[in-house]
């Protein structure tokens, strides 16, 4: 996996804008998609995927849209939140666990009402 020396957390929001349109364009272009391709699979106009491109028209819908024609909704991955046990919990569990058969007991007898020995 790629990572770049970016530090997203310092950048103007008009940096991130810019990097969201540079990625749209990279796979548009990388697929030899026109801007009119793109923009009537993703339902748009090519005017907003121009603007959208240059990041200067960045809204969450269209950056799903786009990325559902481009076939890279994958990159949404990151933003899935994986429910993790901590080894702590996980060794609790385990103690808890059944070791052995308790064999049968009385409440799981099941007696015959009819027979009297």
Request: proline fraction near 3%.
């Given at each position: 996996m790629y990572y770049s020396n970016i530090r997203w957390e310092s950048a103007t929001n008009s940096?991130?804008?810019a990097t969201l349109g540079e990625f749209v364009r990279h796979?548009?272009?990388?697929?030899?998609r026109t801007q009119a391709e793109v923009a009537e699979t993703a339902g748009i106009n090519r005017s907003t995927l121009s603007e959208f491109e240059r990041g200067t028209r960045v809204n969450?819908?269209?950056f799903v849209q786009l990325l559902r024609a481009l076939n890279q909704l994958h990159v949404l991955e990151v933003f899935v939140i994986k429910e993790q046990?901590?080894?702590?919990?996980?060794?609790?569990?385990?103690?808890?666990?059944?070791?052995r058969a308790s064999g049968s007991s009385a409440?799981?007898?099941?007696?015959d009402p009819g027979v009297d020995w």
């Open positions: 940096y991130i804008m796979h548009r272009l990388e697929q030899n969450m819908l269209t046990i901590s080894p702590l919990e996980l060794a609790k569990l385990s103690e808890k666990k059944r070791q409440v799981n007898r099941v007696e």
